[in-house]
């Protein structure tokens, strides 16, 4: 099926913005005279051409359409217009849908119905198409009851003439296609209006002033802004992902769509009654668009229920039939690349239910990652590196996630290697480049202090040059590893005086063998050790410095090109996680979930939508700095929604298996094999490890133009 460009797409997203504000200009219009606009707006859909995409294939532009009528409050019922053409396009009827003569609304209901209740639109439809089962039947409206409600328009209970228009035994695939576009078209909607609620609470951040300054720089404003964001933003990405499995006919296509409808749903609604609460008083009286798309966002969602699947919810799905997560593919040379990699990993049957660092069993691994050049994979070639894109880099770092097997070094090589390479003399490069390409090279990092964590800029650690050397003071924290490091990659202040503060850091790469240096062991909650050093005295010769003085603000952010790689990483050990289980619950899947309609159940889909949210939030960021897009907001978004998971993922999993799945690996017949109760522990390092989720929040905030 045939794929709108981003400029067609764009100029298809004007033509209806064009048409909806001369016809139904905001969200209040559902409150004024909707009836009589809503009639208009489907003839001007007939005339443009709307009704009729199903001819082409084009799912992305009717979706498109849908959500920016979502964005009014608009009920105009494209999907279903566009529905009724798929499964009668054939028939006489066909092209009277395409023109508007026949105005169909889809019903999941039986066939025989007289009365359907809860109907979109039915003031301007003159049809319902009812599917069930295996067979489609286009009956008309005789009479139409508007229902008070929270809808508005009103849902209506429609009265069906006796009469066929046209029926059709089209078969159980086809009518369940039906349901899910009808689906993914609610969700779109109701993103669409979540989306613009959450627009407009922007702007209102901005603008309010309280207290003396804008309410916008009170973090508990600017935070439920980046959620937000990066809730849309994922629920967007995530129905894009459906559209593209469907119109290129893929196999997983349904579970593409119900994944989707499964994030979509409920991040519209927390968007909205985020931005209520944002919007406060001003946004709670219908003269303000927000009653309106309130409205809408959760009618909407609500009615997903009316049109429910055979195959069920997501975890039905993945459960039932032993299906796993759709693939996000990166790109013919990527998943070229990937299958080597599974190939090379298979070879060593690795097979544990936690890595460990420094487990000696992986020595060989390793041993066998650098001889196929996959530690340096992305050094240029001088360097003894592949130049890999930023695809295969992500592709490796899934793969050995998933396999849970060691790629002990990386950090060393990704972190150091390439500030290295990027700010080092050529001397520090010949000296320091083949030690950290080996794979081994055991350093620690001297980032965090006692009152320094995620706000690196305000580290106290001093170090001042004397002749040839620079003397340290001061203390860092949390240096995973220190215990047994050689080196420290060590950031230092170097001009307290200076003007914004981080212009006057310094970083050093340098042994720790010398006086003036002591380590305080620190047992985490994960069973891995982090230290306090303390430097008193420390002498560093200047050759150890990378970068130039006072410019190790730079040096450091050379580190964040690997963010996207490193948060792929993350969403590939949840995913291992959640295929752990999985297989745990085929072995009684009844009598450890129970049937359909479990809370059990409704808890995995959840967990499973929440995943591929962020799975896909990484795929794009990835996508986007391979072709140059610069930084992207997805990359911290992914670290917001991933982070949270894998803390709830890890807590659900003691739910579903009960206190087994909180005995560790050494205990045999353990669910997950005492992966669960690790990576529970471990989680809350996801979430505060690497710049914390509220400083992702942060990030995402200032990006969105809120004030400090």
Known sequence: MPTLTRDERDAFVESVDGE?????????????????????????????????LAADGAIDATIAAVTRLGRMACVLPLVDANVALELFGTDPVGEQIVNGVIRPVVAAAAVD?????????????????????????????????????LALP????????????????????????????????????????????????????????????????FQAVSHRAADGATDITAA???????????????????????LAVAFAGPAAIRTQFGAQHTLAASGYFEE???????????????????????????????????????????GEDAEAFRAEVRKFLGEYGNDVAVRHIGDPAGAVIIEGARDHGYLTLAWPQEYGGAEASVERQTVLGEEFSYARAPLTGKAAIDLLGTAVIRHGTDEQKKRLLPLIGRGDFPFYLGYSEPETGSDLAALRTRAVRDGD??????????????????????????????????????????RVDRPGFEVQQHRALSGEISCSTFFDGFRIPDSDRIGEVNGGWKVITTALAQERVLMANVAADIRRLLDDMLDEIAKDPDGIVGGRGSAKRALITELAARLQAARVLVDVSIRATSAGAGVRLEAPMAKIIASLLHE?????????????????????????????????????????????????????????????
């Open 20 to 52: 909806l504000r001369r016809l139904w200009p905001s969200a209040t219009a559902a409150g004024g005279d909707p009836d009589t606009a809503l009639t208009e707006l489907w003839s001007v859909a007939a005339a443009q051409g709307w009704t009729g």
């Open 113 to 149: 119905a007289t009365v359907v209740r809860s109907v979109d639109a039915a003031v301007a439809a003159t049809h319902v198409l009812l599917v069930d089962g295996d067979r489609a039947v286009l009956r008309p409206i005789a009479t139409r009851t508007p229902t008070v409600g």
């Open 154 to 217: 009103s849902w209506s209970e429609v009265t069906l003439a006796p009469e066929v228009t046209a029926e059709s035994t089209v078969g159980v695939d086809p009518v369940e296609r039906a349901k899910q576009l009808v689906r993914l078209g609610l969700a779109a909607r109701a993103v669409g209006a979540a989306e613009r609620a959450w627009e407009l609470s922007l702007a209102h951040a901005k603008e309010r002033v309280a207290f003396g300054k804008p309410i916008g720089s």
């Open 236 to 258: 967007r990405h995530l129905i894009e992902e459906a559209v593209a499995a469907l119109q290129a006919g893929r196999s997983d296509s349904g579970l593409a769509c119900e």
């Open 288 to 330: 303000h668009e927000a009653p309106w798309l309130f409205r809408r966002v959760n009618a909407d969602i609500c009615r997903l229920d009316a049109f429910p699947l055979a195959a069920g919810e997501v975890a039905d799905v993945l459960i039932e039939t032993g299906a796993r997560l759709p693939a996000l593919e990166l």
């Open 469 to 510: 050397e620079w003397i340290v003071d001061g203390r860092k924290m949390w240096g995973t590893g220190a215990h047994t490091a050689e080196w420290v990659w060590l950031a230092a202040r170097t001009d307290p005086a200076a003007s914004p503060p981080h212009a006057g850091i310094t970083v050093f790469l340098t």
């Open 648 to 708: 709830d993922f890890s807590e659900a999993a003691l739910r579903i298996f009960g206190p087994a799945a909180a005995l560790g690996e050494t205990v045999t017949d353990v669910p997950g094999r005492g992966a669960f109760e690790y990576n529970l522990r471990f989680s809350i390092m996801q979430v505060v490890g690497g710049g914390t989720i509220d400083i992702q929040r942060n990030l995402v905030a200032r990006s969105l133009g809120l004030p400090r």
